[in-house]
């Protein structure tokens, strides 16, 4: 097994890297087929978590739990391109490349799904499940997500990856947005949790699901960064600073499960 210290070194730079990515995005937005390099960059954001849930929950869990996420997704985002309902009016530019029916970007799981999956992670209680516990996990983790959603959104629509056509007060994203990304949240965390619910309760879930939201956040604090997005910039900081402790404790419960047995696995059996 590596040592913490090397996956968090590897972890920091191939974060660093993406961080360095943000400033080509930020400054030539409009390359001609730049949608193949969001394409690609998106998908390798999104490896280190779906390995990570495909050794925790095994194959057929797994598989289910993403292609559930990935159908959830599309639905709600074809709701709200065609209704204005929960983020408000707004459309996908072209950069992001192919569309559903032409609306939504058939790369959007690749971006959403390990944001969910990291959020997750991040808020797992350490203790035995209950069901108020169950309850406080799903709000901690949809919380997180809406907090992740103002370093990404900002920097999006600066890039014209979405718009908002009528604007709105914070760096041109309405309030409704948020709402929305709380309301739609709470369905992917309760849905996500409930797919998988024995290993989700019985066992603490691996540091690795947490990889793709940290390389995903130091990307988006990037393009915050090179966009002159101040609020956004400092926001993404913080939470990527308090995703590398969550990852860090979620890496030595992990050692300690291996090295002292099942200690971790038995406290969460109490439900």
């Not at 730049?34 to 495909?54: E, K």
Request: contains cysteine; positive net charge; glycine residues 10%.
């Amino acid at each position: 097994m590596l040592q913490p210290f090397r996956v968090s070194g590897l972890l920091l730079t191939i974060s660093a890297l993406f961080f360095g990515a943000a400033y080509l995005t930020a400054r030539f937005p409009d390359m001609p087929s730049a949608w193949i390099g969001s394409f690609i960059s998106t998908l390798l954001i999104a490896l280190p978590s779906f390995v990570a849930l495909w050794r925790f929950l095994g194959p057929k869990e797994a598989t289910l739990s993403l292609l559930s996420l990935s159908a959830f997704g599309f639905a709600i985002e074809l709701i709200g391109v065609t209704t204005g309902f929960p983020y408000g009016p707004f459309y996908y530019g072209e950069s992001l490349g192919p569309k559903i029916a032409g609306l939504v970007p058939y790369l959007l799981p690749l971006s959403w799904a390990p944001l969910v999956l990291g959020a997750v992670a991040a808020t797992a209680p350490e203790v035995e499940i209950t069901s108020k516990r169950r309850i406080l996990w799903i709000f901690c983790a949809t919380g997180l997500l809406v907090l992740l959603d103002g370093v990404l959104d900002p920097g999006a629509a600066s890039l014209g990856f979405w718009v908002w056509p009528e604007g709105g007060p914070y760096y041109g994203v309405p309030a409704a947005n948020y709402l929305g990304w709380f309301f739609s949240s709470t369905l992917a965390v309760t849905l996500l949790l409930a797919l998988g619910h024995r290993k989700w309760e019985i066992a603490p879930p691996p540091p690795g699901l947490l990889d793709s939201t940290l390389i995903a956040t130091s990307f988006w604090v990037g393009i915050a960064v090179f966009s002159g997005l101040l609020f956004p910039a400092m926001l993404g900081a913080t939470l990527f600073f308090y995703l590398l402790r969550r990852r860090s404790r979620l890496t030595a419960v992990d050692r300690t499960r291996y090295k002292g047995g099942n200690d971790a696995d038995e406290r969460r059996l109490k439900v």
